[in-house]
Structure formats: C-alpha cells, structure tokens
C-alpha cells in the first residue's frame, strides 16, 4: 500500500546472514583450531596418546596447573567480590584512580607483568621477597592476570542491586553480615560463578605472566611449549587436548552451580 | 528491498542454506589463502644489517653469537667478494632453531651449537653430507665450558665438586633446547671421568648436579645468562665466549676457567635449498681466513687456524685437562644414550628433576 512503510521485523531465529557470518567466524577462529589440534593428537592412534596423557610429565602438569589455578580462581571470588563491594559501596579519594587500575592487568602485555614480578619478587627483590621461581610466584602471576575478571563481573550487577530488600532486612533487624549473606550474595551469586569461571579459565592458559617466574614449576602451558621447542608437537597436542577436556568440564562444572542466572 | 524480503520469507530455508554455504565457501577459500604461510619463528630474535641492494643471506643462528657475527657480517661486507651482501639473522636455543629450519624456516647459513643440530638438517635433506669436509671439520671458533660466577666469586667455586655442594644454586639451560645446556651437562660428566670416576658415578653426579643444585632451566644460554645477571643462582654453566661478552659488556661477573672442561665445538654449514648457495659457500669460507680468526678471537672465540691462535695464547689459555667430544664417544652415540627423548640417561635424570623435558 502506497505511504505505508513496511517495517522490517527482526524475528529471533530466522538465521540467514547473521548465523552464516557468526558461524564463519567461529570456524576460523576456534573451531577449526581445535579441530587441527585434536587431529594431531589423534592422529599418533589412540595408544601413543594414551601413553603420552598418562606420563609422569603429563600428570604433573596437569595436576599442578589444575590446583593452580583452582586455588586463583577461589581466592579470586572472594578477594574480586570485596573489591567489587568496595568499589561500589564505599567512597574514598583515588576511587576513580582505583577502578581504573583494576583494567591494567588486561592492558598489561603478559610478558610485562612476568618481568615486573620477577623484579619485585625475585632474587633482587626490593622488598626482600622472595617468591620467584616458586609455587607461591606463578600464584602471585596468576592472581595478577585474573584480577579484572571476578570485579567486573560482580561491579554491574552490584549497580544495579535494589536497594530495598536490604533496607527492608536491616529494618527487620537483621545484622549487616546476615543482609550480605541472605539478601546480596545470592543476588551475586551467578555473576560471581560466571567470573570465576572466567578466571579459572584464564589462569589455567597463562603462559606469558609465568614463564619467566615458574623454575621447575611444571606449568601445563610452559611444557606444551617447550615440547613444541624441542621437536615433540604431538606430545603438545595431547597434553593440549587433555589440557582442554579437564577445564571444559570444571567451566560445564561451574556453569551448573551458578544456574539459571549464569549467562 | 521488500522483493527481497518477500523472497526470503516464501523460501526461508533455501535463503538460510544458501548465505551457510556462502559463508563456508568464503571460509574455505580464506583457510587456502592462508595455508601457503609457513613461517614458522624461531624463538631468537632476528635483525637485519642496512646495507641495500644485492643478496640478503639469512643466517640461523644459536642463541649467544649475535655480537661476534655483528662485527664478522660488517667486516665481510667490507670485503670484495662481500660487497652488495646483506645479512638477517636469527638467534635461539640451537635445538629448537634447528627444528625451526627443519620445518621450513628459510635459511642460507645454519650455525648451530651441536654437531646433532646440523645433522637433523643433512637427515632433512637440507644440508649436504660432505659439510664437515674442510680441515677444521665445518667448526670456525671453539670455546670452552665455564663457570660464571658473581664478581669476587663470593662462594669460591673453583671445580666441578664445589658445585654439588649444598646450599650452591647452579643454572643452565634445559638440554632438551638448547645446545649450551648439553656442552655444559657433558662437561660435567667428562670431568667426573677426568678425576677417575666411572661412568655410573659420573651419571650419579650429574643427577646430584641436576636434581639438587640446579633450581631452574631455561630454554636458551643467553635466557640462561639473563636468568643469572637477574640475580638467581651462584653459578652459571656457559659458553666462555659468552662470559667474555657479558664482562665485557659491563655485567658484575667473572668466570672460571675449571681445570677439566670440554672443548666447545661449534659447527657452521651451508643449507642446500638456499637461493644463494655460492654467496653462502663464499661467505662461510672467509670465515676461516686469518682477518675473519682475528674477529672470532677479539669477540672472545677461540680461533682455529693456528697461525691466529698462537697469537692469542694468552687471552685463550688452555686448561689443564681438556677433552673433547671425541673422547667422549663423538655426538651421534652420546645424542642417542645421554639425550635421546624417551630412552636418553639425561632425559630421565631432567624428567625426576621435575624439568619439562617432552610429555610423551
């Protein structure tokens, strides 16, 4: 009908274009990747691989990076979710200063952040700590990478927080740790998960911010390199591929506790 | 725009299927663009000296030599047959730069730590067999395994003992990399034979040596040193043309030259798929001549001819006990016992250590 503009809807799920681009573009970045790695890993037939997994070398890393990064990611949620509160609740001078600070580890190029712990905990240390070429260094590494995750998740959501059931606690008499308890921290809950889950995977994958600190740390990232350094790509790509399955579960793991609200 | 549409909506499928099969085609053809690129880095870092025109030689190198092959290239260029050449070079663990070419990475000259490195290549059908063939067995400059330690060797490390002893941190560099680390771990075993000890006890040594006093392994002797002038560790295992640079180039070290230690010798060649075969060939020839000794030994590298030798006697004194690699069996039987990647003595001894090795 003349005059009249015919409106173009969007209807979610009509595909076309949109998924063909989206589609693309994850093959080519992701999918197709894995799938080269897993096809070397088993391309060497299921034998070679099983012997490569389960090799004294293969499990230390495994079980280390694991731990490692199990422990980051926990202190992460915790100290993440104080600093995010602080943020957002508290007023101090410099508050503007802080929060920018807290982007700095993404800005930071990893390497930089490694060379920057090695100066400040390592043999020269300024401050006479001592951390380097330790446990307690890569920790230190994987704490600094993983900070921004946990606090810019739990930071909006902290926002945006209705203030009334709060108010409407306190006025009941409830204690403020009972409010935070019963009220706030299940309102957090899923963006806490869903940081969490972010840093976990980010530490699991460090390879810059540890490899100058680690020493004889067996990081799974540092002996994937240097299998690739000294000639033995397949076993990279095993230990890649086992290194992908145990943190796709514990992130499947962690999108499960945090529920409906996970995104 | 609305004919479009219209279409779209009577044939929602067929729109669907045809924009996946465009995206996947474009995919694919982008994937085949992309596939020719095979240029895989070492883990040096490269530089490329200025002069224009002419023929660029890319020159693969391991990872301590970039000062000496600065000033040999500049020199060279100087040189009749020289003019108009241009060099890039790159510098890494010698294992690992000796895979990289092995996969692909372009190269004219190859100088690698270890004979095992270069032999990868001629197995690769990359480098011809007869390249060790000249008078000095394809080795332009030697060197000797030392201790570098911090100035006024506060510890007093003067042998090989003393680095076994508790409370003396020891860095090299892991020998699944880097060609140093494997001169250095030999070193040690050959001293230990030296001082009338048996195979076993030597092996028993070194895991002493690796397990307890070694706390971190880099990939690299010039990371190793850098790891050292960082602070960490009492001794450093290296290349004493390496000690010589970094004393000269100010670090608050010095070295020692203990009285047993293996003859360093590290061997150059010419790749066979190279573009610029003769130029190559010219280039490692002058490498031998008496102006190109005299650069080696002012770069702290012991020279090979002796007429240039004899000169630097007393800059490069010979230790007492000196051994060479022959003495020791020659690489392609110590490669396969000592550092062979599942089976190798040392490989098991770094593996206990808690050392990334391989993970197969």
């Known amino acids: 009908m003349p005059g009249v503009r015919s409106r173009v809807r969007v209807r979610p799920g009509r595909g076309g274009l949109g998924l063909g681009v989206a589609t693309l573009y994850m093959s080519v970045i992701v999918l197709i990747p894995l799938a080269a790695v897993a096809a070397k890993a088993f391309g060497q037939g299921l034998g070679a691989l099983w012997s490569s997994i389960t090799s004294s070398v293969a499990l230390t890393a495994l079980g280390v990076t694991l731990a490692s990064s199990l422990l980051v990611a926990a202190i992460g949620a915790v100290m993440g979710t104080l600093v995010a509160w602080v943020l957002v609740r508290d007023r101090f001078p410099g508050k503007r200063f802080v929060n920018a600070l807290i982007d700095l580890p993404f800005a930071l190029p990893t390497i930089v952040a490694g060379l920057t712990l090695i100066a400040l905990y390592g043999p020269q240390s300024p401050v006479g700590i001592h951390l380097a070429y330790a446990r307690a260094g890569v920790l230190l590494a994987l704490l600094f990478v993983t900070l921004p995750f946990v606090v810019r998740a739990v930071q909006p959501v902290l926002i945006e927080l209705d203030p009334e059931a709060e108010e409407a606690a306190s006025s009941l008499g409830a204690s403020s740790f009972t409010t935070f308890r019963r009220i706030v921290l299940p309102a957090l809950r899923p963006a806490i998960i ?55 579960l514990v992130l499947v793991l962690l999108r499960r506790i945090g529920g409906r609200g996970a995104t | 725009m609305n004919r479009g549409l219209r279409l779209g909506r009577a044939l929602p499928n067929l729109k669907r299927a045809g924009a996946l099969s465009c995206s996947l085609l474009v995919g694919g053809a982008v994937l085949a663009a992309c596939g020719g690129s095979s240029d895989t880095s070492g883990s040096g870092g490269s530089s490329s000296s200025t002069s224009g025109g002419g023929t660029q030689l890319s020159l693969v190198a391991y990872s301590t030599p970039k000062k000496a092959y600065d000033a040999l290239t500049a020199a060279y260029e100087q040189t009749s047959q020289g003019k108009g050449i241009s060099f890039s070079q790159s510098f890494g663990p010698s294992g690992a730069q000796s895979r990289a070419v092995a996969s692909g990475q372009p190269a004219d000259v190859v100088a690698f730590s270890t004979e095992p490195d270069i032999s990868r290549l001629v197995k690769a059908g990359m480098v011809a067999s007869g390249w060790d063939a000249n008078s000095y067995q394809g080795v332009p400059s030697d060197s000797v395994v030392v201790f570098v330690v911090r100035k006024g060797n ?207």
Request: glycine share 8%.
């Open chain 1, 194 to 248: 869903s940081g969490t889950a972010l840093a976990f995977a980010r530490a699991i994958g460090e390879y810059g911010a540890v490899v100058l600190l680690a020493g004889k740390v067996q990081i799974a990232s540092l002996v994937i390199y240097n299998d690739i350094e000294s000639g033995t790509p397949e076993g990279a790509a095993s230990l890649s591929i086992m290194l992908l399955a145990v943190s796709l």
């Open chain 2, 154 to 360: 506060p510890k007093h490390i003067t042998g090989w003992d003393d680095l076994i002893k508790p409370g003396v941190d020891v860095v090299t560099p892991n020998p699944s990399t880097s060609g140093s680390a494997r001169w250095n771990i030999l070193a040690g075993y050959g001293a230990q034979l030296k001082e009338g000890k048996t195979p076993a006890q030597a092996l028993a040594y070194l895991r002493t040596l690796l397990t307890k006093n070694v706390s971190v392994q880099p990939s690299s002797a010039s990371s190793a040193l850098q790891t050292f002038t960082g602070g960490k560790g009492d001794v450093l295992l290296d290349y004493e043309s390496d000690a010589i640079a970094a004393k000269k180039a100010g670090d608050a070290i010095d070295y020692i030259l203990p009285k047993q230690t293996l003859l360093i010798q590290t061997p150059i060649a010419v790749t066979s798929n190279g573009s610029h075969k003769s130029q190559a060939a010219a280039f490692v020839q002058w490498l031998y001549t008496p102006a190109a000794q005299t650069i080696w030994a002012k770069e702290g590298y012991r020279p090979v001819v002796q007429s240039v030798a004899s000169q630097f006697s007393s800059q490069f004194p010979t230790p007492p006990e000196l051994f060479t690699i022959s003495s020791l069996g020659g690489w392609s039987k110590i490669d396969k016992t000592f550092f062979d990647k599942s089976n190798g003595t040392i490989t098991k001894i770094e593996q206990a250590a808690g050392v990334p090795t391989v993970s197969s």
